[in-house]
């Protein structure tokens, strides 16, 4: 800075440096020449680090690679003409890894007008973080270096705020959530969007809570640590290739990941793309779902939802088998509610357990509950029924609430519904389907109208009746009925509609359905 005895000069070079300290780029590589030595001086004098390389492109790979791990770009100085044509290969190799970098050449003098280049800096911060990272170049002519500029006529832009969070539509939220939850075998792909995005906290959550296998990328190793017990590093191949739901954080389906394609995937392999960058999304394949949006943002939408979700059968057997008395009948009837209630749920008495029988018969668990809770009024007073039914299964004989109120047996009913045999659908998915025609023509065959208040039919008369959807719910409810042993009561618990069965070891065993 100097004085002309009016005004308070400053140069170019100065006012240049300041620009992007005020910026808050603290890095700048480069080799310096005519005109930017005075740039990289400066930048010196306002704080920012300067190292000179030997070679303008790995000056450009540093400040690159700078961007990448501070989140702030690094700057690239270069002199024009030979000088930016070497940092091309540092530019490109940014562009490609989407880190954010500035690259500043100077280039021959020119007649200006105005200050505008100055204005330049903001703009070429923002649009280096912002968005998909990048890189971007400013072109600052000779003259404008060595210029004598009034202070009192400097504006800095201040420090342009940090890229804006977005987050993914909710509806792909919950569609995300539903394909994860009835994968036979997902795998998260962490790759180094996630480790730019510094989502390692909210992924590490993600993979812990839905014990979910994780496969990281060369850079987007770290992330979550190599020794991590869910880290399928070791069986690479295998775990890409026997993938039926593939979660991509901040992965492209380029070379690195073979473009997504047979043979090292499944053909039916579903993906979910968590990307920044909407032009990424459906590249090489035709994802299952798509989430526009910053991975820590998504990451934390998805564990927000998952609280919410509705439950699936292992989730409902496991809290109802925490519960259970060890004497108590279990009377249990369904496909899915009764098959995979068998495995879950626990006998420690013979005939303790009466269900659909050699017969496959829908329709019997009422009038076995209630015998049950009759034999055991006489024998073992105290001794509880509990009545495990699907609610296709409960349709059957429904009516025999009546009967169990009539005579007062204290019969807890669970209908674990899931809006159909077999499988439903959720009450969105009913309304729009019914958009297209009447239930007669369009409504799949095994649905049941979704959300039905099955509990209603217990308190009609006179019984208690729960409608659950989280398992505090379910816990607190059968607490209650398990306690209260002088009514009897139906907890009607809402699962996930497409809820199955998970994997099975034989594949014989798959086509059974009953
Ligand atoms: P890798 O080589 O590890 O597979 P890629 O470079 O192919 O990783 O993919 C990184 C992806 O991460 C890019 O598509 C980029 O758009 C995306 N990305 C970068 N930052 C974020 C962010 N904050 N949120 C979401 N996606 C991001
Ligand atoms: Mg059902």
């Keep these: 800075e100097r004085s002309d005895g009016r005004e308070r000069l400053v140069s170019g070079a100065k ?6 300290k005020t910026q808050d780029v603290n890095y700048m590589f480069g080799i310096v020449g005519i005109p930017v030595t005075e740039i990289a001086l400066a930048a010196q004098e306002v704080g920012i680090r300067y190292i000179g390389m030997r070679n303008e492109q790995a000056a450009c790979y540093a400040a690159s690679a700078v961007g990448y791990l501070t989140g702030r770009p690094g700057v690239c100085l270069v002199v024009s003409g030979p ?11 940014a562009n490609m890894n989407c880190w954010p970098l500035i690259v500043i050449g100077g280039s021959s003098e020119r007649s200006q007008e105005t200050m505008g280049a100055f204005q330049e800096f903001p703009q070429a911060v923002r649009s280096s973080i912002y968005g998909r990272p990048g890189a971007c170049y ?4 000779a003259d404008f270096v060595n210029l004598q500029v009034n ?18 539509e909710s509806s792909a939220v919950c569609m995300a959530a539903s394909v994860i939850r009835n994968a036979k075998q997902p795998l998260l792909v962490i790759g180094k969007g996630a480790a730019y995005a510094r989502a390692e906290e909210s992924i590490r959550k993600l993979v812990e809570q839905c014990k979910l296998p994780f496969l990281p990328t060369p850079m987007g190793k770290g992330v979550i640590p190599d020794n991590h017990p869910n880290c399928v590093g070791a069986a690479r191949s295998r775990a890409l290739q026997f993938a039926d739901v593939i979660v991509l954080f901040g992965a492209r389906l380029n070379w690195i990941l073979h473009f997504g ?5 499944q053909p039916d392999v ?6 920044i960058c909407a032009e990424e999304l459906g590249n090489n394949v035709r994802p299952a779902v798509t989430l526009l949006g910053d991975i820590n943002a998504v990451t934390k939408q998805e564990l927000a939802f998952k609280k919410s979700l509705p439950m699936n059968y292992y989730t409902v057997f496991y809290h109802i088998q925490e519960q259970l008395p060890r004497d108590c009948f279990v009377v249990s009837e369904g496909a899915n509610t009764m098959d995979i209630g068998r495995t879950v749920l626990q006998n420690y008495l013979p005939r303790h357990r009466l269900d659909a029988g050699t017969f496959g018969t829908m329709g019997v668990g009422l009038g076995f509950a209630i015998a049950s809770a009759l034999v055991a009024k006489d024998r073992n007073p105290g001794q509880q029924v509990i009545c495990v039914e699907g609610d296709s299964a409960f349709g059957f004989s429904g009516m025999e609430v009546e009967t169990i109120c009539r005579y007062n047996l204290p019969i807890i009913l669970l209908v674990v519904n899931n809006n159909g045999i077999y499988q439903g659908f959720d009450t969105d998915t009913w309304k729009e389907m019914l958009k297209f025609g009447d239930a007669t023509t369009v409504a799949p065959p ?4 979704p959300h039905s208040h099955y509990e209603h039919v217990m308190i009609a008369f006179g019984g208690k009746g729960y409608f659950v959807q989280t398992p505090e719910e379910l816990q607190k409810s059968l607490r209650q009925s398990l306690a209260d042993t002088t009514k009897p009561s139906l907890i009607n618990i809402m699962i996930e509609p497409q809820a199955t069965r998970k994997a099975q070891d034989f594949h014989w065993l798959t086509r059974s359905n009953m």
């Design 15 to 20: 006012v240049v440096a300041q620009a992007l």
């Design 138 to 141: 400013v072109d600052i002519p």
């Design 151 to 168: 202070v009192n006529a400097i504006r800095y832009m201040e420090c342009c705020m940090p890229p804006p969070v977005s987050m993914a």
């Design 270 to 275: 579903k993906f979910i793309q968590v990307d």
């Design 83 to 93: 000088g930016l044509i070497h940092a091309l290969g540092g530019m490109a190799n």
């Design 446 to 449: 095994m649905c049941l109208l």
């Design 261 to 265: 394609l047979p043979p090292r995937y």
